[in-house]
C-alpha cells in the first residue's frame, strides 16, 4: 500500500538549532516524488521543498533540506537555524507514481509533525 | 497575483443542506484538486480534475460532487450535508514540472 509515516506527533527545538523530522513512506513504483508542506497556524499549506525518486543529490531550499535515504525509504526533512516563526504543522507527501508533466500527480499525506520553536 | 483563491472562509450548515465551495487559479495549471482535513488524518484527496472537462474520484469522494467549469475553476459541492462532512476543505492546483501542488487558504466547514 502506498503510504506516508510520520512517526513524530510533536517536536521541541530551540531557536538558532537545527531540527530533524522524520518521514518514511511506501510504494513499489520507481519513480516518485516526495514533497515537505508547511501548515501554520492561520492554516496555509505552503509547498517547502521537492525530492525526485532519480535525483542522485539531496533537495535543498535556502533553510530546509531533504535527507533522502532511498534503501532506507525516508525523506527526512532539516530545518537548519530554526526561527520562530517555523512554528507549525510539517507535513510529509508522496506522488507515488511520478511523471514529469503527468496531468494526475496526486498527492498522499502523512498525518503531520507539529513543531514549536522555542526561544 | 493571487494564486489560489477559495470561497467561503468560513461555513456553517445544517444537516441536510446544499452548497457550492468556490476554488480559482490563475496560475494556468492543468490539474486541479479538492482536499479535506481532518485533526490527525492529514489531507485526504475527495476528487481531483487532470484537466478541463475531466474529473475523477479521490480517496474519499462520497457526498461530494465536482464541476470542473473552465481552466481556472474548479467546485465542490456537497448536496445534502452531514454532520461528518464538518472538516477543513482545501482546493490546489498542480504543476506539471515536478508536480508540486499550490494549495488554497481553506474553508471551514461545519455541519450541525
Known amino acids: 500500500a502506498q503510504k506516508i509515516t510520520q512517526t513524530q506527533p510533536g517536536m521541541f527545538v530551540q531557536e538558532k538549532e537545527a531540527v530533524t523530522l522524520d518521514c518514511t513512506y511506501d510504494t513499489s513504483d520507481q519513480s516518485y516524488g516526495l514533497f515537505w508542506y508547511k501548515q501554520p497556524s492561520s492554516g496555509e499549506m505552503i509547498f517547502l521543498i521537492y525530492?525526485?525518486?532519480?535525483?542522485?543529490q539531496n533537495a535543498t531550499e535556502g533553510r530546509y533540506s531533504l535527507n533522502f535515504q532511498k534503501a532506507r525509504k525516508s525523506a527526512n526533512l532539516v530545518i537548519s537555524a530554526s526561527q520562530l516563526g517555523d512554528s507549525a504543522m510539517y507535513f510529509c507527501a508522496m506522488i507515488p507514481s511520478h511523471r514529469m508533466g503527468g496531468a494526475t500527480n496526486k498527492l498522499i499525506f502523512g498525518t503531520g509533525t507539529l513543531l514549536a520553536v522555542q526561544p | 497575483n493571487a494564486g489560489v483563491t477559495q470561497t467561503p472562509k468560513f461555513q456553517v450548515l445544517k444537516t441536510g443542506q446544499s452548497m457550492t465551495l468556490q476554488c480559482a487559479q490563475d496560475?494556468?495549471?492543468?490539474?486541479m484538486y479538492w482536499y479535506r482535513q481532518d485533526p490527525g488524518m492529514g489531507l485526504r484527496l475527495i476528487y481531483y480534475s487532470a484537466s478541463e472537462g475531466t474529473t475523477d474520484k479521490g480517496e474519499v469522494p462520497n457526498g461530494y460532487n465536482v464541476s470542473r467549469l473552465n481552466k481556472r475553476e474548479f467546485s465542490l459541492r456537497l448536496e445534502s450535508a452531514a454532520p461528518s462532512q464538518t472538516s477543513v476543505y482545501f482546493c490546489?492546483?498542480?504543476?506539471?514540472?515536478?508536480?508540486?501542488?499550490?494549495f488554497g487558504p481553506g474553508t471551514r466547514l461545519t455541519v450541525t
Open positions: 525530492q525526485g525518486s532519480y535525483d542522485e
Open positions: 496560475m494556468n495549471h492543468n490539474s
Open positions: 490546489a492546483s498542480g504543476a506539471r514540472t515536478k508536480g508540486e501542488q499550490y
